[in-house]
């Protein structure tokens, strides 16, 4: 490694780390839908499709496909049309991995983007389920929660809007497809390989301590204390993410 | 000649009925009948099941208290703050009942619906918390065909979303309901009609059906004639949602306008915070016809200009 690249390195700000794990999660993914439901795995999803992964479809997030990958915010050539009802199509096919958000998570992975507290009398309302029972049961699923708390990561979650791995009927085969592939945080790079699919640290984001995390999460995390530090990012990438995809820094407004 | 459907938002009021299951069109903040709800909120029609991928169309009739209960995907204005006030409220007071469900069971129940059956088997739904929000209404159901395996699929049978009436706003249309979208995307108002006993749409240009045919291709011409009971002329009625606006975003790298009036959805979100900003909003903009209602709105947008001199 030349002096210029490792002092580049030795910048790499947080969100960075965050963009790149957001690119892991689409790691042989192949020739399927890559669908970010916000600006950092939005950004991880154009650069792996940049590097590694240049068969993902990704979109302009309203009804078109996109045929490059333009920067975040911009337009470019298209190469085919995906209005809302084909999405559903795509989502039952299974060819789709979606990275959405989450209010809530618990150990198992369920999820709640709904609203809080009681079904019919919420103290809080949110967006109601959308898509998230759809997604979960049919396809690859990953969670990005930039402020990771306990109030997100708590024991149980109100409203279970994407389905975790305490639900499967294994007798169902109609289960077989539930796959929450990854949680990345703030703090870290998370999975449900943990005993019996609970929430396991597979690393932590350079200067995150495992005291961090565990003070900042609801319920114990399986492998916190071995977790190793997330990789770092490759000339290529840094370059592809700071002079290609986010010129403007947007990735540093949803992670501080 | 075929019928002429033309009519007035009136004609459609009067054939509203309390109790009503209503299926509403459009998405989010996108190509709503914008006009048939403030019309609808104006009316005495009251206890409406609403069916719908919400906005602030159900905002406004939760806002009017007409909303008994609702059946939806989601609700959401598409930008912030994202969350529907008046749909908050009606939630967190416990005024409605809600069925919520995934979004892809409104579209799997409109097509049960369209095609006169009871269900369709969706995978959507099962180990979520929509089984709990259904109160027993939503059942699952075996397959008589196992998996090589020999175990059988349990899906979720999503009853038909038989409506009573749609609500739907297209672009383009003749006087006798052939119609067209010009955006980017249909959204799912053909099966609204195809789910519905009474049809209403609503479009921004009234043209011949040569002028309509000859104004997009044919994969746009989204419903016929018998799809549709009734057709209003209403001029930019899908205000504040995404207005029709169409020869932009037909095009095809547009992603940024949608002609979404987001300064005035901003402004209908800040007026639902207080009873009394909320009261002059509706006095200036719900309590008038849809005619007072386009030049409030166009006043209302000269006045946001000078303010930002």
């Given at each position: 490694m030349s002096t210029v690249e490792s002092q580049a390195l030795a910048e790499v700000g947080r969100a960075e780390y965050c963009v790149i794990s957001c690119a892991d999660i689409f790691s042989g993914a192949g020739e399927i839908m890559a669908s970010p439901m916000a600006p950092v795995p939005l950004l991880g999803a154009r650069l792996a499709r940049l590097t590694t992964e240049p068969d993902l479809l990704i979109t302009d997030g309203?009804?078109?496909?996109?045929a490059d990958t333009p920067g975040i915010g911009k337009s470019g050539p298209i190469e085919g049309w995906m209005p809302f009802r084909k999405v559903f199509d795509v989502v039952a096919s299974g060819r789709r991995h979606v990275v959405m958000g989450a209010n809530q998570i618990d150990r198992y992975g369920n999820q709640n983007l709904s609203a809080f507290g009681p079904l019919q009398k919420p103290t809080r309302q949110m967006f109601g389920v959308r898509g998230a029972p759809g997604n979960t049961i049919n396809h690859p699923t990953s969670y990005w929660v930039p402020r990771h708390s306990a109030r997100v990561f708590g024991d149980s979650v109100d409203i279970?809007?994407?389905?975790?791995?305490?639900?499967?009927?294994?007798?169902?085969?109609a289960f077989d497809d539930l796959d929450i592939h990854r949680v990345v945080t703030n703090l870290g790079v998370f999975d449900f390989g943990g005993a019996d699919h609970t929430m396991r640290a597979l690393s932590l984001h350079p200067g995150v301590t495992a005291d961090e995390v565990a003070e900042n999460t609801g319920f114990e995390i399986e492998g916190l204390a071995d977790a190793p530090e997330t990789r770092q990012p490759t000339a290529e990438e840094l370059s592809l993410i700071r002079d290609v995809l986010d010129p403007r820094g947007v990735r540093n407004k949803e992670v501080r | 000649m075929p019928t002429d459907k033309t009519s007035t938002l009136d004609d459609v009021v009067a054939e509203l009925r309390d109790g009503m299951t209503i299926g509403i069109g459009g998405w989010g903040s996108r190509r709503k009948p914008m006009a048939l709800v403030r019309a609808i909120d104006r009316s005495d029609v009251k206890d409406?099941?609403?069916?719908?991928?919400?906005?602030?169309?159900?905002?406004?009739?939760?806002?009017?208290?007409?909303?008994?209960?609702?059946y939806y995907g989601f609700v959401s204005l598409d930008s912030a703050p994202f969350y529907d006030p008046w749909f908050a409220k009606a939630r967190t007071n416990g005024e409605i009942e809600v069925r919520e469900m995934d979004e892809g069971m409104v579209k799997c129940g409109l097509e049960a619906a369209?095609?006169?059956l009871p269900f369709l088997p969706i995978r959507a739904g099962l180990g979520s918390d929509v089984l709990k929000f259904w109160?027993?209404?939503?059942?699952?159901?075996?397959?008589?065909?196992?998996?090589?395996?020999?175990?059988?699929?349990?899906?979720?049978?999503?009853?038909?979303?038989?409506?009573?009436?749609?609500?739907?706003?297209?672009d383009l249309a003749d006087a006798h309901g052939n119609a067209a979208y010009t955006g980017v995307d249909p959204y799912f108002d053909d099966l609204y009609c195809a789910a519905a006993e009474r049809r209403?749409?609503?479009?921004?240009?009234?043209?011949?059906?040569?002028?309509?045919?000859?104004?997009?291709?044919?994969?746009?011409?989204?419903?016929?004639?018998?799809?549709v009971d009734r057709v209003v002329h209403t001029p930019n009625g899908a205000h504040f949602t995404f207005a029709g606006a169409g020869s932009a975003a037909s095009g095809p790298n547009v992603t940024a306008d949608y002609g979404r009036d987001e300064k005035f959805q901003q402004f209908y979100v800040a007026s639902a915070k207080e009873p009394d900003t909320w009261e002059a909003f509706s006095r200036r903009f719900l309590q008038v016809d849809e005619e007072t209602y386009q030049r409030e709105v166009s006043a209302w947008q000269d006045e946001q200009k000078e303010d930002g001199q």
């Open positions: 309203e009804a078109l496909i996109f279970v809007s994407g389905v975790g791995f305490d639900k499967v009927d294994p007798a169902n085969p | 409406l099941t609403v069916v719908t991928y919400g906005g602030p169309d159900l905002g406004l009739l939760c806002a009017a208290g007409k909303v008994r209960r609702a369209a095609a006169r109160e027993g209404e939503l059942k699952t159901v075996q397959s008589p065909y196992p998996d090589a395996d020999g175990r059988t699929q349990t899906l979720i049978a999503m009853p038909a979303l038989k409506l009573d009436a749609a609500f739907v706003h297209l209403y749409l609503e479009t921004d240009q009234l043209v011949s059906t040569e002028v309509l045919v000859k104004t997009v291709p044919h994969q746009r011409l989204l419903l016929n004639r018998m799809n």
